[in-house]
């Protein structure tokens, strides 16, 4: 979260990597919208298919290259495409139930709660005095896709609770 992800002498960085940091971070989601992707556990297909290193030469087609520019993509994605790939289901297969939400259903409610509690914890960081040191503050968001829920209330209550 913020548009600054480095500070000199935060946690022992030296002033250099800080300044270097800053460059990288003008490159990334943070200098537009103030938050960025760290990383992706669960990567939908569609996008661990996107190759970061396609467009470049066989010299540099090293895993360390890869990685870093696999983070530098995940760096560059917008708002809106991570919530489309987090809440990407499509290639999921859940098996079939009489009683089971689809999932455009099930994508709703938690896309609904998300924006709620994201909302909230927006609220709630206004609220605290400042000047506050949001460097390196992270927020993470997850959740159940092993199967599809029931139509039963308790289910949606289950799910906006947890």
Partial sequence: MGEATSAKNWQGK???RS??????D???????????????????????SRDPLLDTSRKIRTESNAKKMRRMQLQTLTGQDIFMHFLDLHLEEFPEQKEQ?????YLEILFHEFVVQLTRLFVACQNLPV???????????????GRLP???PSEETDIRSS
């Fill in 101 to 105: 939400m689809q999932r455009a259903e």
């Fill in 131 to 145: 000047p506050q040191m949001w460097i390196g503050s992270s927020i993470a968001l997850g959740f159940d896709c």
């Fill in 150 to 152: 029931s139509r039963a």
């Fill in 26 to 48: 003008t490159q990334t989601n943070s200098a537009r919208e103030g938050f960025r992707l760290e990383g992706f556990e669960g990567m939908p297909a569609a996008l661990r």
């Fill in 19 to 24: 300044r270097k940091q800053k460059v990288v």
């Fill in 14 to 16: 030296s002033a250099l």
